[in-house]
């Protein structure tokens, strides 16, 4: 079935330092992509997302492309903050199932003054 | 904006026991939820979708008499796990699909663990 793979954390940045959290993905048909944001006691955030290969979802100041000759999603920011501090998670969804959402494992992102 | 809560976020429960968790749409009508569960340092899991007024479909694998889940309005859905063991300590998380049908809010996440 259809599976997303990131990087394993926690990711350990000092401010206005460069983020890339990799992300790829095993799907059968066309995906759309998405980048998932957990600040501490919150909920999950829809961060950026992709809908088809090539287009570049961004929000904040992060980016990700939709990458479909390397089935990847990395998320980039340039210069990171301390409030960026969070967990990010890579995510899917296609119409073959649903529009269901297949979640990766998340990674941590700590990020000091 | 639109805002999905939980409760509670942290359950400590005696194994044998039964534990509720409920997952509220605070102002927006949700006709569909959906309930995860995560391991340390593994994906989000989908348990089960749940539809206002109807039974919930659960995924492969997971237990539907173990993990009762009731929507019963369009602003409530509630999980509960019956006769809890250690291994359904985890995090649970809900979600729901606001109003406009495309976009998909999550609560906070709860914790529970089983002593």
């Known amino acids: 079935g259809d599976s997303v793979t990131q990087m394993e954390g926690p990711v350990t940045l000092s401010e206005e330092a460069f983020l890339t959290i990799n992300c790829t993905y095993t799907a059968t048909g066309y995906p759309s992509l998405f980048w998932y944001v957990q600040y501490p006691g919150e909920g999950l955030q829809l961060l950026l997302k992709a809908t088809k290969a090539d287009d570049k979802g961004s929000n904040k100041g992060f980016e990700a492309t939709y990458r479909k000759e390397t089935t990847s999603f990395h998320l980039e920011k340039g210069s990171v903050q301390v409030s960026d501090s969070a967990v990010y998670f890579c995510a899917l969804s296609a119409r073959e199932y649903g529009n269901k959402l297949v979640f990766g494992a998340g990674t941590i992102l700590r990020v000091k003054s | 904006g639109a805002v999905v809560s939980q409760h509670p976020s942290w359950v400590i429960c005696k194994s044998g026991t039964s534990v509720k968790i409920e997952c509220r749409s605070l102002?927006?009508?949700?006709?569909?939820m959906f309930w995860y569960r995560q391991f340390p340092k593994q994906s989000l899991m989908l348990m089960a979708t749940?539809?206002?007024?109807?039974?919930?479909?659960?995924e492969q694998g997971v237990e539907k008499d173990k993990f009762l889940i009731n929507h019963a309005s369009l602003t409530l859905s509630t999980l509960t796990v019956t006769s809890a063991h250690p291994e359904d300590s985890s995090f649970y998380i809900c979600s729901a699909r606001g109003g406009n049908g495309n976009t998909i809010y999550f609560g906070e996440g709860s914790w529970l663990t089983v002593v």
């Open positions: 749940s539809n206002e007024g109807s039974k919930a479909t659960y």
């Open positions: 102002d927006f009508q949700a006709t569909t």
